[in-house]
């Protein structure tokens, strides 16, 4: 093995049309960033979980900024954006529209990025009081009273859910939306995931509560597999009836506090999930 | 492979360091000097180093987490019990088993549970897997480039596709454990619950995985000698070094807390002797001894110092032949002790699963009752303490959490001190690549310490 050659020496250092030539270089590969706000990188890992087409993938693809995993950079405008996390400051606000400016596409990637993500529990407190109850000093401390997600401020071309998103949906959005297709990926809900996998229904058969009805489908319906009732973690599915399922818990036995937390967790801030839980508040 | 010692020259290293903001390098040595790096690449999360140097003398050093706080122990309360462990997992992405487990040890010390030895096992297996993915990402895919020059672990594969291919592959291996024991994924796994599991894995699924454990030993030998042939800076630090200890075996899942300056407590007393404060240039708590409020390290050189004997024969010996000794004090050979962990968890693993016999139950269901209860492990970059104050419905009354990234922070400060004095001689742009060097010695977790870290320097 021999030490690099000087070849990355052009790494543009300054932001922005420093060196124009470099935006334009005869276009060969897509060029795709990996931006992260309010997360916790999960979501772009699986990127880096993709042991075994990880090789292949960027064969095909520029990877023209991705803190994560590389120090390298390269200039704007990019083909895809990948965006995880969601926002809760002012500054990332900022940085999120520049972003968007930059990029052809912009895909969320995960529950913080397409409904605010478990920090999203926020949007239901008082935030200074949150600021007292973890930090010494709350003056130190820069935070928006909200955590959103990136469509509530920019346009987002895809959506992937999760948390964290399915590794498998990635491949396919990155290679559907670079082929110029739609990535084939359903809306409908965990309960259609579990007739086609043939696992039986925990709610009919064993009376474990389950938000499954009311869940995207996309994670390999992995909880009912496993006995565990579905948390939810995929966010709401297209025709999600919340309230219907709400019921349904209550009768299993689910205390209204326990109904509203069930729908307040990964995917709090999301329409539908919100909806309910408010409901129950 | 020797070759792969070749250190990066001053000009490379230079050449590589990519500021977002073009610093003011090379300029006379009187005057004020400011070196900028606003994002540190290839550590999870957002930090930041700022350095102020006088006539040669380093007048301030501060190292920053600028990750926008999330607020974690805020919104647990009010949570139930069951629900807090998936919760504290979403603070880190690379290490989520540090924050399941914590906070379900922590669970059933309040309630009282006392789990079964196959699910402890289990417990340990999966915690092997975090290890491995953890430790192969952090050495292989984030810090080896380091010592070659490189920007990423890309570039290596360009030149070296087949050390790449292994890394991946072994990563994949820890990844691999973490799904076949955690329900079908690695990050945020959903098979894991307060007293157990939901379902537990079958024999044949586990022992389907101990051909390429077998492989993974060797594969984590041959990776760990090719990186003791790097060159490592010239620097080594009385660290106060802080692990967990278990009486039978290199402490994973549990054990007592004890330091190489005689602390030796029960996890319940950690927060007595330890501390986490607030400052103002980074979100992120700092952990510190109390008394004294001097830093401490935790982490993998600190459990190898503290817990050498407890190493399988075959990863001491691996450490041997990379000419580590019982005691390692250069904090950039953390990429060698990484990799000697990594052969024991190796060998663990296949060590467990042998012995795996599948068990009747699953979990161990218990009371809740108001109470308090404690909870630690060693997750990849060091202890991860938890803790929990709960009502009689087992909802979260207080949470306090301690990251290892928090508790390392200033550490890695006092660390970046010694590097920077020692490096002076060095332009802007080499002096900044050996600070960030420096910083991926931990991998600081950052997102993990859920509170904010950029790197600036200043010469006067
Ligand atoms: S969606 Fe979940 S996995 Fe993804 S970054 Fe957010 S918390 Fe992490
Ligand atoms: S079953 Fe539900 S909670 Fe479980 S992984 Fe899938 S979407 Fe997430």
New binding site residues.
């Given amino acids: 093995m021999t030490a690099p050659s000087a070849k990355k020496k052009a790494a543009p250092a300054a932001p922005k049309a420093k060196t124009p030539a470099a935006a334009k270089p005869h276009r060969a590969k897509p060029k795709v960033a990996v931006w992260k706000f309010a997360s916790c990188d999960g979501c772009q890992l699986s990127l880096l979980a993709c042991e075994d087409e990880l090789l292949d993938v960027v064969g095909e693809i520029e990877i023209a900024y991705f803190l994560e995993a590389t120090t390298a950079k390269i200039d704007g405008p990019y083909d895809i954006s990948l965006v995880e996390g969601s926002i809760t400051t002012e500054h990332d606000l900022h940085r999120l529209r520049k972003i968007r400016q930059e990029s052809k596409m912009l895909i969320t990637i995960g529950a913080c990025a397409t409904s605010g993500g478990i920090q999203a529990l926020k949007n239901f407190a008082k935030v200074d009081d949150y600021i007292r109850a973890v930090y010494d000093h709350p003056e130190f401390i820069d935070t928006l009273p909200t955590s959103t997600p990136i469509k509530d401020h920019v346009p987002v071309d895809f959506e992937l ?3 964290p998103i399915n590794k498998a949906e990635l491949l396919e959005a990155i290679s559907a939306l670079l082929n110029k297709r739609t990535p084939n990926i359903v809306h409908t809900s ?1 309960c259609i ?1 579990c007739k086609k996998k043939g696992t039986v229904c925990l709610m009919v058969a064993k009376g474990v509560p ?3 009805p009311a ?12 006995n ?8 709401p599915s297209e025709a999600a009836n919340g309230p219907a399922l709400a019921k349904q818990l209550e009768k299993l036995g689910m205390t209204k506090r326990e109904v509203r937390d069930f729908f307040r967790s ?1 995917n709090s801030n999301a329409a539908e999930f919100r909806k309910t839980s408010e409901a129950y508040d | 492979m020797a070759t792969a010692a070749k250190t990066p020259t001053k000009a490379k290293a230079a050449a590589k360091a990519a500021p977002s903001k073009p610093s003011k390098a090379k300029k006379p040595e009187t005057g004020t000097r400011t070196i900028q790096v606003d994002e540190l690449s290839r550590v999870e999360g957002e930090g930041a180093l700022f350095v102020r140097v006088k006539d040669g003398v380093i007048k301030d050093c501060k190292f920053k987490i600028v990750e926008p706080p999330r607020f974690f122990e805020a919104f647990l309360k009010g949570r139930s019990y069951l629900e807090v462990p998936d919760i504290t997992a979403r603070i880190c992405g690379i290490c989520p088993m540090a924050y399941l487990m914590g906070a379900q040890q922590a669970m059933e010390d309040a309630l009282g549970i006392t789990i079964t030895q196959p699910i402890r096992d289990l417990r340990r297996i999966m915690y092997c897997g975090e290890w491995i993915e953890s430790h192969v990402l952090h050495a292989a895919m984030l810090h080896a480039p380091d010592f070659l020059g490189l920007d990423d672990a890309l570039q290596l594969a360009a030149t070296n596709k087949a050390v790449v291919e292994k890394a991946l592959r072994l990563k994949k291996l820890g990844n691999d454990l973490l799904e076949v024991v955690g ?3 690695a990050i ?1 796994p ?1 098979n894991t619950r307060v007293g157990g599991f939901y379902k537990v894995p079958t024999k044949k699924a586990l022992r389907g995985m101990m051909d390429e454990l077998k492989w993974g030993i060797e594969a984590s030998i041959d990776l760990a000698k090719l990186f003791g042939t790097f060159t490592f800076p010239d620097f080594e630090y009385d660290y106060h070094c802080v692990a967990l200890h278990h009486p039978d075996e290199y402490a994973i899942v549990e054990g007592d807390v004890i330091s190489n300056r005689g602390i030796h407590i029960p996890v319940r007393e950690f927060h007595e002797v330890f501390q986490e404060s607030h400052v103002a240039h980074s979100t992120a708590l700092r952990g510190s001894s109390r008394g004294d409020n001097e830093p401490y390290l935790a982490g993998p050189n600190a459990r190898y110092n503290l817990n050498y004997k407890q190493l399988s024969k075959l990863a001491k010996q691996t450490a041997k032949e990379i000419g580590l000794g019982e005691i390692v004090n250069n904090p950039f050979k953390s990429i060698l002790v990484r990799m000697v962990e990594t052969v024991y968890a190796c060998e663990e693993a296949l060590r467990l699963i042998k012995a795996y016999e599948e068990p009747d139950v699953a979990y161990v269901e218990g009371r809740p009752r108001a109470s308090e209860g404690f909870g630690m492990t060693e997750a990849p970059r060091g202890v991860c303490y938890h803790s929990y104050k709960l009502d009689s419905e087992g909802r979260v009354l207080k949470a306090v959490i301690s990251s290892p990234t928090a508790q390392n922070q200033p550490q890695i400060e006092r660390d970046l001190h010694g590097v920077v004095e020692r490096s002076l001689d060095l332009d802007d742009e080499a002096l900044k690549q050996r600070c960030e060097l420096t910083i991926r010695n931990y991998d600081p977790c950052i997102s993990c310490s859920a509170h904010f870290l950029t790197l600036t320097m200043v010469r006067e």
């Fill in positions: 859910r999760g948390c965990q995931e389950c938000l499954g869940t995207h489908a996309g994670c390999g319906n992995l909880c009912p597999s496993t565990r009732g579905c948390f939810g973690c995929f966010g990964y | 329900g079908g994924r945020h959903i």
